[in-house]
């Protein structure tokens, strides 16, 4: 493998003329850049970027925690970010912690060495506190720590407010809503519960929340669980939980002779490709996620540049998808 030593002999140059060019800092001649870049492609020389963004004091690379990379949510989402740092000039660095606390604690230590620029954070276990003393640029996406640290997320309330209305409309007396069991007043998704309980408690309708974590269940645990459920307790005719577990719902419904959605109605929550992939499309309420990424990398790279924020608080609009899974009224 060639170094950057058979590169300055080749291009007849010192080998710290070829670091400079390497990492945009020489004055040069074109002739001699022209020289260097043409020993490079024979030589086959491919530079260390890691090398390269320590000597820069820069990583050109952007970490993602998120708590389990195969939830729909999680990994769609991603793939958005990942997108948006590449057209920037950056790399992603994905990070899945399982939704440990101890796990998350020992990403965000290796974090704090000089192999990334910046953090997005989908993950949330952590005490105010310890991002707060993180030390370098973070996005987060669905918890608050403080009006300094940019927070970008979906319009949650309003996610609440459609689904409710949903149910309301299609004539549901008893409503179970599936949360995660790590959600607090700081995790910003829990007003879509809050919401969801307040607008149905004003019509009358009963509902009841369900709290679960993340990296409990994959769909089978889903669909087990959901069995369970409707077993247990065959009064419920309204599900609201994010799309695998929706999807879950509504097969387990189906083997369980109920009619969807006479029987059971069912709102999604998140708007993944699995809110599409059943036989009945689910209802969804939408979160734009490509939007969540854009965003969220813009944000990103303004704290990177040392650009001040307009707003550290950014609510994405979502909206309801009508799908086979509620009641359409005339």
Not at 173 to 201: C, D, P
Not at 248 to 275: H, N, W
């Amino acid at each position: 493998m060639s170094s950057i030593r058979d590169v300055a002999k080749m291009a007849n140059v010192a080998a710290c003329t070829v670091s400079r060019v390497l990492n945009g800092t020489a004055n040069v001649s074109p002739e001699t850049r022209m020289r260097i870049e043409q020993a490079m492609k024979e030589l086959n020389y491919i530079p260390n970027e890691l090398a390269r963004g320590m000597f820069r004091q820069k990583a050109g690379i952007v970490a993602m925690l998120v708590p389990n990379i195969r939830h729909p949510y999680f990994s769609s989402l991603a793939t958005f970010i990942e997108d948006e740092l590449y057209k920037n000039g950056y790399k992603l660095m994905l990070c899945s912690t399982g939704d440990d606390v101890e796990r998350e604690k020992d990403y965000l230590k290796i974090l704090k060495s000089n192999i990334v620029d910046g953090v997005i954070m989908g993950v949330n276990n952590q005490k105010p506190e310890d991002y707060e003393q993180f030390e370098k640029p973070l996005v987060m996406l669905d918890y608050f720590v403080n009006k300094d640290i940019p927070l970008v997320v979906s319009d949650h309330a309003t996610g609440g407010r459609l689904a409710a209305e949903e149910f309301i409309a299609s004539g549901c007396s008893y409503v179970l809503h599936i949360g995660n069991e790590a959600e607090t007043e700081r995790v910003i998704s829990y007003e879509s519960h809050k919401v969801l309980q307040e607008t149905l408690e004003a019509s009358g309708i009963p509902s009841r929340e369900l709290d679960i974590k993340w990296n409990t269940f994959d769909f089978q645990g889903y669909l087990e669980l959901a069995k369970l459920i409707l077993e247990k307790h065959p009064e419920i005719d309204g599900i609201m939980a994010a799309d695998m577990p929706a999807a879950a719902f509504m097969k387990a419904a189906f083997q369980l002779g109920k009619r969807i959605p006479e029987d059971l109605c069912i709102v999604s929550y998140d708007g993944t490709f699995v809110a599409n992939t059943n036989l009945i499309e689910l209802t969804t309420i939408h979160q734009s996620l490509q939007e969540i990424g854009r965003v969220s990398v813009s944000v990103m790279m303004k704290l990177l540049q040392g650009e001040k924020l307009e707003e550290t608080y950014i609510r994405i609009p979502v909206k309801i998808k009508k799908g086979g899974t509620t009641i359409k009224k005339d």
